[in-house]
DNA sequence: ATAATAAGGATAATCATTATCCGCTTTAGT
DNA sequence: ACTAAAGCGGATAATGATTATCCTTATTAT
């Protein structure tokens, strides 16, 4: 039971798209090389985040990917969200019904009840924390690392 | 992002194996044939819930498994943690590291603590609830599904 | 001695995640 | 209009974790 290394990635993906100026745009490949991920599965975790309505794409040649929302509207939470889905940690496979014999009708799973009340306490966490506070964080924790980012940024971005 | 089949299978393996009287033993296959799962695969779950201290196992010829403390003392958490190990939910892959270009000295990860303080809300609730107070909840809900269990179990218990 | 059971190791089957490839679409620049 | 650079989407392979099976050994009641 591990979390995908995907939403590690579109979380800091993100956080470099906040870092650019407005009506600039950043090459998904150019991301990746910097995130040391595989570009062609990065591309498709942008997708997902394009989906989620987090980012844009523009296609193109000179396209690219840029935030959609302010990064104080982006929530942990909703990047983990569009990388995992909604499919909840645990879901029952029907022991207790095979275990007790039960009738269809009372398809309740003792269970169940409990591991949806600990992943919303979870989750709650996750919805603390966002784009905008972790950018913060990361600026005074690094502030020299982040302006050499910036560089790189402008080298790299587009329009 | 799945929890394990395991962690359902064996949490209601130790709900059947609470209701064994005192002194007595339940073999794994029974108890496998009544969940409905893989014999040899659930064996090995028994086998971690004996390292973990929730089980004792006798074998020979009259041997079995049943509870090592009493239910009020086995969380789901312990359950949980057993089948699923140590490791936690979310693990760094380093990409920070790579994105900033840090050094290795200052090794944190602005997602690790995040991560780690909605881990441990998860687990504190899986911590709440214990065997004894599941029993409850399923006894109150099917009290006569629970009384055809006791007489399998009277069945297939031995000692 | 035998039979029933747990223990443990090796290995296979299954499944989700990650990764690659290819053809298609969109758009800026020429 | 043509080309090149980018995103889009589908098919498919590679990897890795989980689940499952098999076989051999150890233990103990009869």
Chains 1, 2 share one sequence.
Not at 11 to 19: F, G, T
Not at 27 to 39: F, H, M, R, T, Y
Not at 51 to 60: E, N, R, Y
Not at 72 to 98: N, T
């Amino acid at each position: 039971m591990q979390m995908k290394t995907g939403v590690e990635q579109s979380v800091y993906a993100i956080l470099i798209l906040n870092m650019l100026p407005d009506k600039a745009v950043l090459p998904g490949e150019a991301i990746s090389q910097q995130l040391g991920a595989s570009p062609t599965y990065f591309q498709k975790l942008l997708r997902k985040l394009v989906s989620a309505d987090l980012i844009t794409s523009v296609p193109g040649v000179k396209g690219g990917f840029k935030l959609r929302k302010k990064p104080e509207d982006i929530r942990v939470y909703d990047i983990y969200l569009a990388i995992e889905g909604k499919q909840s940690l645990y879901s029952s496979s029907g022991v207790l019904h095979g275990m007790l014999d039960l009738e269809e009708e009372n398809s309740c799973c003792l269970l169940t009840n409990l591991m949806e009340e600990a992943e919303s306490s979870w989750k709650s966490v996750l919805k603390r924390e966002t784009v905008a506070s972790l950018y913060e964080e990361i600026n005074e924790s690094y502030p020299l690392k982040v302006q050499l980012l910036q560089e790189w940024i402008k080298e790299k971005m587009v329009l």
